[in-house]
T-cell receptor, first 112, second 113 residues
Framework: NAGVTQTPKFRVLKTGQSMTLLCAQD?????MYWYRQDPGMGLRLIHY???????AKGEVPDGYNVSRLKKQNFLLGLESAAPSQTSVYFCASRGQEYSPLHFGNGTRLTVT | QQQVKQSPQSLIVQKGGISIINCAYENTAFDYFPWYQQFPGKGPALLIAIRPDVSEKKEGRFTISFNKSAKQFSLHIMDSQPGDSATYFCAAIINFGNEKLTFGTGTRLTIIP
């Protein structure tokens, strides 16, 4: 029972490069979320999904795209990385309403 | 626009003491208020949660106090232990609504011997 798995764990990009972060959950959860965590700013919601085939914008969506083609996977893409996107990215999922979020262990991304 | 405000940013408490972290929210449609605990290098994990129809919830040494009229809620850690040293986040969500879980900015708690 892996829960929420994020890959990769670490990545260094040059400005302008692109990459995709993968999140996989094995709990059959409907809702999935991508957050970024920066010092002093808590966890800010980038994009989220309320079910397979759906996506919605969070607080800080600019510069990111997402896709939820399969219920168990939620992909976060950076089309043209910028230094301001240096952060730790967390994926989370949850089941029905009033249930807690289950987080992955994060991806540390550095853009130089 | 920060919908959930958390204080203090950092807190140092002696072992055996009471740790208190406060949060305030603006949107009265929020109907579920969880607290998360995060250790270095790990993702946050649910600690305790409350709905606004109760004023207090206790689980072991951890208690949430909820004041609906003041739009405030707080986490109390009794008999604080060094193992409680972590970052704590309050959060709020509207269930059966937009389903967005909004977090506070976090409190770094350090328990000293």
């Amino acid at each position: 029972n892996a829960g929420v798995t994020q890959t990769p764990k670490f990545r260094v990009l040059k400005t302008g490069q692109s990459m995709t972060l993968l999140c996989a959950q094995d709990m059959n959860h409907e809702y999935m979320y991508w957050y970024r965590q920066d010092p002093g700013m808590g966890l800010r919601l980038i994009h989220y999904s309320v079910g397979e085939g759906t996506t919605a914008k969070g607080e800080v969506p600019d510069g990111y795209n997402v896709s939820r083609l399969k219920k168990q996977n939620f992909l976060l893409g950076l089309e043209s990385a910028a230094p301001s996107q240096t952060s730790v990215y967390f994926c989370a999922s949850r089941g029905q309403e009033y249930s807690p979020l289950h987080f992955g262990n994060g991806t540390r991304l550095t853009v130089t | 626009q920060q919908q959930v405000k958390q204080s203090p940013q950092s807190l140092i408490v002696q072992k055996g003491g009471i740790s208190i972290i406060n949060c305030a929210y603006e949107n009265t449609a929020f109907d579920y208020f969880p607290w998360y605990q995060q250790f270095p290098g790990k993702g946050p994990a649910l600690l305790i949660a409350i709905r606004p129809d109760v004023s207090e919830k206790k689980e072991g040494r951890f208690t949430i106090s909820f004041n609906k009229s003041a739009k405030q809620f707080s986490l109390h850690i009794m008999d604080s232990q060094p193992g409680d040293s972590a970052t704590y986040f309050c959060a709020a969500i509207i269930n059966f609504g937009n389903e967005k879980l909004t977090f506070g900015t976090g409190t770094r708690l350090t328990i000293i011997p």
